[in-house]
């Protein structure tokens, strides 16, 4: 990096940088899933009515973003679930995590995901998005959501359905993005009046975007994380 460069990114990092605890860490099996529960003590969390993601600093001058969940305003404490399968500085910073490491995120902002007004409420994603549809359920109390996660591992689908207490299924992931089997888990659904959430693969939003509109859905929204 130019010293121009990390000069601008210094400047940036000191006005808008603040630190966050990791408190403890939760591997699942196989080690590509990661739950890592922080405190953010300058995080207010009183005010968060759609779900949010924070822009943590995962190596020099590299920022991605993860979404808080289980939140506790009092406490300001919450938890992120980070998928590791993939080669990149954000899945080697979760590897490298310890109890007692202090991270830098640079702000939290707010996705177009939130809890809709009426009718069913409907998920779809990846494994990246099994803490921002943890998040729309929290903001959504006693009104549950349904629908699907695709999943590589069969383990990781084992460990899904005994630690979430929650109407989503996990399906069968067979390429990318998990198309096809959050496809044939939405074929047998009634969509009618329904509010659909679409999450993760940029690409698999879209189609699935596509397929969706031709439902009785009445909204879809997306919200793309990754290509
Ligand atoms: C609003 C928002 C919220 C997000 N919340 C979360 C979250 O809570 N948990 C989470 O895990 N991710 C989340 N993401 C996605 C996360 O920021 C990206 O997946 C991130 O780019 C991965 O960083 P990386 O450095 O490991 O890989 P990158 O350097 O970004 O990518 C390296 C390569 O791996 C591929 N790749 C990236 N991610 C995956 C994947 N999951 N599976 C397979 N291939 C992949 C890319 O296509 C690329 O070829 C969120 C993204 C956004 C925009």
Redesign the pocket.
């Known amino acids: 990096m130019n010293i121009l460069k990390q000069t601008a990114l210094n400047l940036f990092e000191n006005s808008l940088a603040k630190q966050g605890l990791v408190l403890a860490i939760r591997t699942w099996y196989p080690a590509t899933f990661y739950e890592v529960d922080f405190h953010f003590p300058f995080m207010d969390m009183s005010k968060w009515k759609s779900v949010q993601?924070i822009k943590i600093k995962?190596a020099t001058g590299v920022y991605?973003?993860?979404?808080p969940a289980g939140w506790d305003v009092e406490t300001r404490t919450c938890t992120?679930?980070?998928?590791?399968?993939?080669?990149?500085?954000?899945?080697e910073w979760v590897q490298s995590l310890k109890e007692g490491d202090y991270v830098t995120y640079v702000g939290v902002g707010s996705?177009v995901h939130k809890p809709a007004d009426h009718g069913k409420m409907i998920a779809l994603g990846?494994?990246?998005t099994i803490?921002?549809y943890l998040a729309l359920q929290q903001l959504s109390g006693e009104n549950s959501l349904s629908g699907a996660i695709a999943i590589a591992e069969e383990n990781h689908r084992i460990e899904f359905s005994q630690y979430f207490h929650w109407d989503i299924t996990p399906v069968e992931q067979t390429d990318?993005g998990g198309f096809h089997g959050i496809t044939k888990w939405v074929q047998n659904e009634d969509l009618e009046n329904a509010t659909v959430y679409v999450a993760g693969h940029i690409p698999t939003c879209v189609h699935l975007r596509k397929q969706l509109k031709k439902t009785s859905a009445e909204t879809v929204r997306v919200?793309g994380?990754?290509?």
């Open positions: 993601h995962v991605r973003d993860y979404t992120l679930y980070i998928d590791a399968i993939q080669e990149g500085p954000g899945s996705t990846d494994m990246t803490g921002h990318q919200q994380f990754w290509s």
